[in-house]
């Protein structure tokens, strides 16, 4: 059973940082794709960015782009994302996501933890 834990939100100001974490389980993740998708109050998820597990390379949201880092940690099966120069229109729910690499869906999804950002 797939399992994914997502921690580091918070509230910050805006112009500050944080890092998300998420934490995978239950299977060898090497062929998977993890993503980040945020939900903003009233709004459909978004994608934000994602990260091929195997060889790292990454694609971004262009709204995140330059101020977002997403990387991998192969011994800690955790996913992390970097969110700096962070925006009020960054508040939103974040959820990490994993998916099959070569798949359209991703079917295994974490909680989600809220990340607000002040003016």
């Known amino acids: 059973q797939v399992q994914l834990v997502e921690s580091g939100g918070g509230l910050v100001q805006a112009g500050g940082s944080l890092r998300l974490s998420c934490a995978a389980s239950?299977?060898?993740?090497?062929?998977?794709?993890m993503g980040w998708f945020r939900q903003a109050p009233g709004k459909e998820r978004d994608f934000v960015a994602r990260?091929?597990?195997?060889?790292?390379?990454?694609w971004y949201a262009d709204s995140v782009k330059g101020r977002f880092t997403i990387s991998r940690d192969n011994a800690k099966n955790t996913a992390y994302l970097q969110m700096n120069s962070l925006k009020p229109e960054d508040t939103a729910v974040y959820y990490c996501?994993?998916?099959?690499?070569?798949?359209?869906?991703?079917?295994?999804w974490g909680q989600g933890t809220q990340v607000t950002v002040s003016s």
């Open positions: 239950g299977r060898t993740f090497s062929d998977y794709v």
């Open positions: 990260v091929k597990w195997r060889d790292g390379i990454t």
């Open positions: 996501a994993a998916k099959y690499a070569g798949t359209n869906t991703y079917p295994y």
